[in-house]
Protein backbone atom coordinates (compact mmCIF):
# COMPACT_ATOMS: atom_id res chain seq x y z
CA UNK A 1 0.00 0.00 0.00
CA UNK A 2 3.10 2.69 1.00
CA UNK A 3 4.59 1.48 -2.27
CA UNK A 4 2.17 2.39 -4.19
CA UNK A 5 1.16 6.22 -2.61
CA UNK A 6 4.94 6.70 -3.49
CA UNK A 7 3.92 7.37 -6.83
CA UNK A 8 1.36 10.31 -6.42
CA UNK A 9 3.07 13.71 -5.66
CA UNK A 10 -0.28 14.64 -4.45
CA UNK A 11 0.16 13.16 -1.15
CA UNK A 12 0.23 16.02 1.62
CA UNK A 13 3.58 16.36 3.88
CA UNK A 14 1.70 15.46 6.95
CA UNK A 15 0.33 12.16 5.96
CA UNK A 16 4.18 11.36 4.77
CA UNK A 17 5.35 12.14 8.40
CA UNK A 18 2.71 9.96 10.00
CA UNK A 19 3.44 6.63 7.48
CA UNK A 20 6.93 6.66 7.34
CA UNK A 21 6.52 7.03 11.30
CA UNK A 22 4.09 3.96 11.58
CA UNK A 23 6.32 1.80 9.27
CA UNK A 24 9.13 2.80 11.53
CA UNK A 25 6.90 1.72 14.60
CA UNK A 26 6.11 -1.73 12.46
CA UNK A 27 10.26 -2.41 12.70
CA UNK A 28 10.65 -1.91 8.87
CA UNK A 29 12.91 0.35 8.40
CA UNK A 30 14.24 -0.85 5.26
CA UNK A 31 10.55 0.11 3.94
CA UNK A 32 10.64 3.57 5.57
CA UNK A 33 14.34 3.88 4.08
CA UNK A 34 13.05 2.75 0.60
CA UNK A 35 9.64 5.11 0.99
CA UNK A 36 11.91 8.79 2.06
CA UNK A 37 14.26 8.02 -1.07
CA UNK A 38 11.20 7.55 -3.79
CA UNK A 39 10.09 11.21 -2.13
CA UNK A 40 12.77 12.32 -2.34
CA UNK A 41 13.01 11.73 -6.13
CA UNK A 42 9.37 13.40 -6.69
CA UNK A 43 10.69 16.39 -4.77
CA UNK A 44 8.69 16.50 -1.39
CA UNK A 45 10.16 17.71 1.85
CA UNK A 46 10.76 14.79 4.12
CA UNK A 47 10.20 15.33 8.31
CA UNK A 48 13.13 13.96 10.03
CA UNK A 49 11.33 12.06 12.33
CA UNK A 50 14.01 10.23 14.26
CA UNK A 51 15.31 11.83 17.81
CA UNK A 52 19.14 12.23 19.26
CA UNK A 53 20.07 9.60 22.08
CA UNK A 54 23.25 10.65 24.00
CA UNK A 55 24.58 8.66 26.67
CA UNK A 56 26.03 9.37 30.01
CA UNK A 57 29.15 11.80 31.09
CA UNK A 58 28.63 13.87 27.25
CA UNK A 59 30.29 17.01 26.68
CA UNK A 60 29.03 19.05 23.77
CA UNK A 61 30.96 22.27 22.90
CA UNK A 62 29.38 26.07 21.87
CA UNK A 63 28.20 26.06 18.67
CA UNK A 64 27.68 22.27 17.95
CA UNK A 65 24.89 20.89 16.04
CA UNK A 66 23.57 17.51 16.65
CA UNK A 67 20.67 16.58 14.15
CA UNK A 68 18.06 14.41 14.77
CA UNK A 69 17.82 10.93 12.90
CA UNK A 70 15.70 11.11 9.56
CA UNK A 71 14.23 7.95 10.63
CA UNK A 72 16.26 5.97 13.22
CA UNK A 73 18.06 8.16 15.84
CA UNK A 74 21.19 9.89 15.61
CA UNK A 75 23.63 8.52 18.81
CA UNK A 76 26.56 9.78 21.05
CA UNK A 77 27.65 6.93 23.30
CA UNK A 78 29.31 7.60 27.01
CA UNK A 79 31.60 9.46 27.52
CA UNK A 80 31.64 11.54 24.27
CA UNK A 81 33.51 14.94 23.83
CA UNK A 82 32.62 17.49 21.39
CA UNK A 83 34.69 20.66 20.93
CA UNK A 84 33.23 23.76 20.05
CA UNK A 85 31.86 23.87 15.93
CA UNK A 86 31.38 20.24 15.82
CA UNK A 87 28.73 18.68 13.59
CA UNK A 88 27.34 15.67 13.60
CA UNK A 89 24.64 14.78 10.92
CA UNK A 90 21.03 12.63 11.09
CA UNK A 91 21.70 9.27 11.81
CA UNK A 92 25.33 9.10 12.75
CA UNK A 93 26.78 7.05 15.61
CA UNK A 94 29.63 8.35 17.98
CA UNK A 95 31.13 5.57 19.98
CA UNK A 96 31.68 5.41 23.69
CA UNK A 97 34.74 7.81 24.58
CA UNK A 98 35.40 9.24 21.52
CA UNK A 99 36.20 12.41 21.22
CA UNK A 100 36.27 15.54 18.78
CA UNK A 101 38.11 18.51 18.04
CA UNK A 102 36.68 21.84 16.69
CA UNK A 103 35.18 22.39 13.11
CA UNK A 104 34.84 18.06 13.01
CA UNK A 105 32.20 16.94 10.90
CA UNK A 106 30.44 13.55 10.57
CA UNK A 107 28.17 13.38 7.35
CA UNK A 108 24.96 11.27 7.68
CA UNK A 109 24.67 8.31 8.27
CA UNK A 110 28.74 7.93 9.35
CA UNK A 111 29.65 5.90 12.07
CA UNK A 112 32.83 6.13 14.38
CA UNK A 113 33.75 3.62 16.57
CA UNK A 114 34.78 3.79 20.64
CA UNK A 115 38.16 5.33 21.67
CA UNK A 116 38.59 7.53 18.72
CA UNK A 117 40.02 11.09 18.63
CA UNK A 118 39.25 13.02 15.60
CA UNK A 119 41.42 16.19 15.43
CA UNK A 120 40.59 19.60 14.51
CA UNK A 121 38.49 20.09 11.31
CA UNK A 122 38.48 16.12 10.15
CA UNK A 123 36.01 15.49 8.31
CA UNK A 124 34.01 12.05 7.67
CA UNK A 125 31.85 11.37 4.48
CA UNK A 126 28.27 9.70 4.82
CA UNK A 127 27.54 6.39 4.47
CA UNK A 128 31.15 5.22 6.42
CA UNK A 129 32.51 3.24 9.25
CA UNK A 130 35.30 4.17 11.21
CA UNK A 131 36.31 0.99 13.82
CA UNK A 132 36.98 1.45 17.18
CA UNK A 133 40.72 3.20 18.42
CA UNK A 134 41.50 5.54 15.30
CA UNK A 135 43.42 8.55 15.20
CA UNK A 136 42.63 10.94 12.88
CA UNK A 137 45.23 13.87 12.07
CA UNK A 138 44.64 17.27 11.51
CA UNK A 139 42.20 18.10 8.42
CA UNK A 140 41.94 14.60 7.69
CA UNK A 141 38.99 13.56 5.31
CA UNK A 142 37.78 10.27 5.47
CA UNK A 143 36.30 9.24 2.26
CA UNK A 144 35.93 5.40 2.47
CA UNK A 145 35.80 3.15 5.83
CA UNK A 146 38.34 2.60 8.46
CA UNK A 147 38.61 -1.49 9.38
CA UNK A 148 41.83 -1.36 11.18
CA UNK A 149 42.95 0.90 14.23
CA UNK A 150 45.67 3.08 14.05
CA UNK A 151 46.60 6.63 13.49
CA UNK A 152 45.47 8.22 9.73
CA UNK A 153 46.16 11.46 7.48
CA UNK A 154 45.57 12.91 4.54
CA UNK A 155 46.09 16.60 5.68
CA UNK A 156 46.14 19.48 2.93
CA UNK A 157 47.19 20.24 -0.39
CA UNK A 158 47.90 23.71 -1.79
CA UNK A 159 45.22 25.13 -3.77
CA UNK A 160 44.70 23.74 -7.60
CA UNK A 161 42.34 22.79 -10.04
CA UNK A 162 40.46 19.84 -9.56
CA UNK A 163 42.01 18.39 -12.33
CA UNK A 164 45.54 18.58 -10.80
CA UNK A 165 44.29 17.51 -7.71
CA UNK A 166 42.85 14.26 -8.95
CA UNK A 167 46.27 14.21 -10.74
CA UNK A 168 48.29 14.60 -7.74
CA UNK A 169 46.48 12.51 -5.12
CA UNK A 170 47.22 9.25 -7.37
CA UNK A 171 50.75 10.38 -7.66
CA UNK A 172 51.11 10.97 -3.84
CA UNK A 173 49.77 7.26 -3.66
CA UNK A 174 52.62 5.93 -5.81
CA UNK A 175 55.62 8.09 -4.31
CA UNK A 176 56.92 5.47 -1.27
CA UNK A 177 56.86 2.95 -4.58
CA UNK A 178 58.37 4.95 -6.96
CA UNK A 179 61.58 6.17 -3.81
CA UNK A 180 61.76 2.56 -3.31
CA UNK A 181 62.41 1.59 -6.76
CA UNK A 182 65.02 4.67 -7.42
CA UNK A 183 66.87 3.50 -4.01
CA UNK A 184 67.18 -0.06 -5.22
CA UNK A 185 68.32 1.10 -8.81
CA UNK A 186 71.27 3.17 -7.41
CA UNK A 187 72.31 0.53 -4.90
Known amino acids: MAILLLTSVSIMTSRLATLLAFIVEQSSVQMALELRQRLIKVGK ?10 GDNVEVGAC ?17 KLDNHVQIAHNACV ?10 GLAGSAKVGKN ?16 DDVQLTARTLVTKS ?4 GSYSSGSTPLMTTVEWRKNSVRIGQ ?13
Open 116 to 131: CILAGDVCIVGHVDVC
Open 175 to 187: LDKLARQIKKSLD
Open 146 to 149: ITES
Open 64 to 80: STIDRGAIENTELGDGV
Open 95 to 104: GNNTVMAAYS
Open 45 to 54: KIHQIGGVTI
